[in-house]
């Protein structure tokens, strides 16, 4: 099995900055993509960014210049850099990672427990 576990979040006041973390362990033969969703109350859950093995990345437009998500293939971790936040950025940011747990299997997706970021007015 593949763990997640995400740090990072907080409360902040708009036009300030957070980092978000996220370190996959377990059982992990690769890891494809990798990526941040986000959920806010009475809302979908929704791509924010995310990232390929290679390094080339996507993101939401509304986060389009603001964050900016990295990856260490050495360290299984995904990093979301988050500046200039707005309130509408308030949500939980779940991890998520596309990976192989062993090479016989199937690539599947693992999600994080999420962390509340919280951006005041």
């Known amino acids: 099995q593949v763990q997640l576990v995400e740090s990072g979040g907080g409360l902040v006041q708009a036009g300030g900055s957070l980092r978000l973390s996220c370190a996959a362990s377990g059982s992990i033969f690769s890891i494809n993509d990798m990526g941040w969703y986000r959920q806010a ?5 929704e791509l924010v960014a995310t990232i390929t093995t290679t390094g080339t990345t996507s993101y939401a437009d509304s986060v389009k210049g603001r964050f ?7 360290k299984n971790t995904v990093n979301l850099q988050m500046n200039s936040l707005k309130p509408e950025d308030t949500a939980v940011y779940y991890c998520n990672v596309r990976a192989r747990e062993q ?9 994080g427990q999420g962390t509340q970021v919280t951006v005041s007015s």
């Open 68 to 74: 900016t998500i990295s990856r260490d293939n050495a």
């Open 103 to 111: 090479f016989t299997m199937p690539v599947s997706d693992y999600w």
């Open 41 to 45: 109350p009475g809302k979908q859950r």
